[in-house]
Each structure stands twice: as structure tokens, then as C-alpha cells.
């Protein structure tokens, strides 16, 4: 999954080393290969960022293990 897509990003308060976030994602469109989501992160409570993630799949590339490449 690759993003395609951010929207209405919203950085509210600094997060140093050390922080706990919690992120949380409600999807709010799912198609074949793309989705739309609504995340919003917070830290000790207090949102700290929010925005609309937009991503879409992609297939992956097999890569050859190299037991199976071919000797040159």
C-alpha cells in the first residue's frame, strides 16, 4: 500500500522522543485498489494531528532469493 493522497493535515502540538501515540483510522471509502481513511493521532489524549489519507495497493515485485539467481 503506497500513499496517494493527503488532505486536511493538521499538525497541533509538537510529540517529542519518549511520547505514546495512538492512531486511529475509521476508512471512509474502500474501492478495489484505493481507500480513503480519516486518521487522527493523540498523545496522552490530546490530538496532536489529524488529516484524510488517501492510498492505494499495489501489487509487490517478487525478488529472487539468491539460491535462484542466475550466475553470470
Same mark, same amino acid.
Given at each position: #500500500? +503506497?500513499?496517494? &493522497? =493527503?488532505? $486536511?493535515a493538521s499538525f497541533r502540538r509538537p510529540v517529542t %522522543?519518549?511520547?505514546?501515540? &495512538?492512531?486511529?483510522?475509521t476508512v471512509l471509502n474502500w474501492r478495489t485498489r484505493? +481507500?480513503? #481513511?480519516?486518521? $487522527?493521532?493523540? !498523545?496522552?489524549?490530546?490530538?496532536?494531528?489529524? @488529516? =484524510? !489519507? #488517501?492510498?492505494?495497493? !499495489?501489487? &509487490? !515485485? @517478487?525478488?529472487?532469493? %539468491?539460491?535462484? @539467481? +542466475?550466475?553470470?
Amino acid at each position: #500500500m +503506497v500513499f496517494t &493522497r =493527503i488532505e $486536511n493535515a493538521s499538525f497541533r502540538r509538537p510529540v517529542t %522522543p519518549g511520547d505514546q501515540l &495512538r492512531i486511529e483510522v475509521t476508512v471512509l471509502n474502500w474501492r478495489t485498489r484505493a +481507500v480513503k #481513511m480519516q486518521g $487522527n493521532i493523540t !498523545v496522552d489524549g490530546k490530538l496532536v494531528c489529524d @488529516a =484524510i !489519507v #488517501m492510498c492505494q495497493l !499495489v501489487p &509487490r !515485485v @517478487a525478488q529472487k532469493s %539468491p539460491s535462484e @539467481a +542466475v550466475p553470470e
